[in-house]
């Protein structure tokens, strides 16, 4: 087990974890030429009561994608909280992606780069929230709990795709893209850019080869949605999930356009022909 040049005894709030060998087995065959770069162990945090006994700090966030409007939170830094789970910060790997782990299957990836240079916060209460209450209320999903931690963007003015606001995380896990992703990593050039879209708006919530959030089910294992579902209805159920199912979690990808999910479904389909068994250990 690498330990990434941390003292791992003396933070028992890290876990290092290494890609089973057997996934990896697989994934070399999947993503060509990459198969010496996905065995980077991945670096697995999990936020730990040790957080909430560092000095906490005020923030003003101008505008909150989830309550759509200004908000003040008390909280931690997000690279204070990771420097302080761990005193050296040089095994973090230059390119890293951090993935946020929530307790609803939620699971956003964004660039570490991003989180330090734009002062990523993670909040830990509401200034505005009711008495003997963390939290305000939010509209959708019925959930009250923001906690036990809620990452804010202190720096941002408006809704932006490449800026997620996880509630309910529990932890990160942070490593290089191909380590992460690399089983739900397309094989052709030709679908990057449906694999990048698929990123940003469903890969949150579905994962491909066990890769991803698990709010929605896998969109590739055991089968592959194009082996069960009419080709030319998946692009209007995308648009719109509520025309075909009531009560439907997903949310409408009307705003996508056409083009850019047809190139998300057709890397999809395109996994169809590269399953990995998933490394899951266990559905949840
Ligand atoms: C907020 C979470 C969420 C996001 C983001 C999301 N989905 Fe879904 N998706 C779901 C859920 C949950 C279901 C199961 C049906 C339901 O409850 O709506 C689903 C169902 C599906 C299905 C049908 C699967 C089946 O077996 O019938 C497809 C296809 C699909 N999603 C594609 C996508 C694509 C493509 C995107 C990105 C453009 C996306 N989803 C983004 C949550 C999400």
Redesign the pocket.
């Known amino acids: 087990m690498k330990c990434l040049h941390l003292p791992c005894f003396l933070w028992p709030c890290i876990l290092v974890i290494s890609a089973s060998p057997s996934l990896w087995a697989q994934a070399a065959g999947l993503v060509a030429g990459a198969s010496n770069e996905a065995r980077q162990p991945v670096l697995e945090l999990f936020f730990t009561n040790r957080l909430q006994q560092l000095p906490l700090t005020n923030v003003r966030v101008p505008y909150d994608s989830v309550y759509e409007r200004e908000k003040h939170y008390e909280g931690v830094g997000f690279y204070q909280a990771l420097t302080n789970m761990m005193p050296t910060s040089s095994g973090l790997p230059e390119d890293g992606v951090v993935l946020f782990l929530c307790n609803d299957g ?1 699971n956003p990836a964004v660039p570490l780069k991003t989180l330090i240079r734009e002062h990523a916060f993670l909040a830990m209460a509401d200034h505005d929230a009711p008495k003997g209450s963390h939290w305000l209320p939010i509209k959708s999903g019925g959930l009250k709990e923001l906690g036990p931690w809620y990452l804010v963007w202190p720096e941002s003015s408006g809704p932006s795709p490449n800026h997620p606001w996880p509630y309910g995380v529990i932890g990160v896990r942070i490593a290089s893209r191909q380590s992460l992703f690399g089983p739900a990593m397309p094989l052709l050039q030709a679908h990057q850019r449906g694999f990048e ?2 990123s940003k ?2 890969m ?3 994962s491909i080869n066990g890769v991803g ?1 698990t ?3 896998d ?1 590739n294992y055991p089968k592959n ?1 194009y082996e ?2 009419q080709p030319a209805q ?1 692009i209007s ?2 648009q719109d ?1 509520s025309k075909f ?1 009531l ?5 409408s ?1 009307a705003s ?1 356009g056409e083009e850019n ?1 047809v190139a ?2 057709d890397y ?1 389909k395109h996994m169809q022909g590269h399953k990995v068994v998933p490394n899951i250990g266990g559905k949840k």
């Open positions: 939620y879209l698929y708006s469903c949150t919530c579905h959030g709010l929605g089910p969109l949605v069960y579902w998946l159920y995308v999930p199912r009560n439907a979690k997903m949310p990808f996508l999910i998300i479904l999809v």
